[in-house]
């Protein structure tokens, strides 16, 4: 219904032409009708000018599409990450209706991993294979639609050194060693070691993003800290690991546990 897209259109009645509120306009029923599952429309704006009253009326003219539905989806550039990392950040799945709002937010997921420098993600028409038309070439189906993504990986490892000086502390220097993507599957795993001439930390950390195949974050902490508290005349050592869990609490929440086991001395 007509009514029901005029919220997203930001040209209004009184207002001087702007050409770019016009293209915003466009690009918001766009959305919006992805959104509700018609991936290919056509919306063109129809000008009637008024040059003596110098007004103009704008018709936004939408050509409806069918409803699509996602054929396949294609992971391209993923030289050393595994395709289900990729995957398994889509909100879309094969054989779903098409949404653009879907769409936008597993492209903001996948860039958020932090894997890859730039992340470009399109759709276009499916095919259907002669196989599954019985017919002699190759055609296009006006119902699905193939999302392609492109991506372009960096350097997810690290390596860094560091020296400094405290009142407390004297001269003390760390050394971190850290992999966000291990083996390509996603996983982090670091380690840091930090000493200084009255205190010594060792804390190795390992997260499985997606463990046991599920969304949920699952992880340990294993460190060992060893403190000389010359101020009140004790030694402090500190051994134990924690073991944490977390969960999507909603798209954009997460709820975590955790637990620690350590021995003071």
Same mark, same amino acid.
């Given at each position: ?15 001087? =032409? ?7 306009? &466009? ?6 009708? #992805?959104?509700? #599952? ?21 018709? =936004? ?33 094969? #054989? ?68 400094? =000086? ?6 003390? #220097?760390?050394?971190? &060693? ?73 798209? =954009? ?13």
């Amino acid at each position: 219904e007509p009514e029901s897209l005029l919220p997203f259109i930001t040209t209004a009645q009184g207002q001087t =032409y702007n050409a770019d509120a016009v293209e915003n306009s &466009i690009q918001n029923l766009t959305f919006e009708l #992805g959104r509700l #599952g018609y991936a290919f429309v056509d919306v063109r704006p129809e000008s009637d000018r008024d040059r003596e009253g110098r007004r103009v009326a704008i018709n =936004y003219s939408i050509k409806e599409g069918p409803r699509v539905y996602v054929d396949r989806i294609n992971i391209v550039g993923n030289v050393r990450t595994l395709d289900r990392v990729v995957r398994r950040e889509m909100r879309l799945a094969e #054989g779903d209706a098409f949404n653009a709002a879907k769409l936008r937010r597993s492209q903001q997921r996948i860039q958020a991993l932090g894997f890859f420098e730039k992340v470009d993600i399109r759709d276009e028409k499916g095919l259907l294979h002669r196989k599954a038309l019985g017919a002699a070439d190759d055609k296009f189906s006006h119902d699905r639609t193939s999302i392609n993504v492109q991506v372009e990986e960096r350097s997810t490892g690290s390596l860094s050194f560091g020296i400094g =000086y405290s009142s407390s502390d004297k001269i003390g #220097g760390e050394i971190s &060693i850290r992999e966000r993507n291990l083996l390509g599957r996603g996983q982090d795993l670091s380690l840091v070691l930090s000493v200084s001439s009255r205190r010594q930390d060792i804390d190795l950390s390992f997260t499985e993003p997606y463990f046991l195949n599920r969304d949920v974050a699952a992880g340990f902490d294993i460190f060992n800290r060893q403190i000389d508290q010359e101020n009140v005349s004790f030694d402090r050592d500190s051994t134990g690991f924690t073991v944490r869990a977390g969960y999507p609490f909603s798209e =954009y929440l997460r709820h975590a546990v955790r637990f620690t086991l350590r021995s003071d001395k």
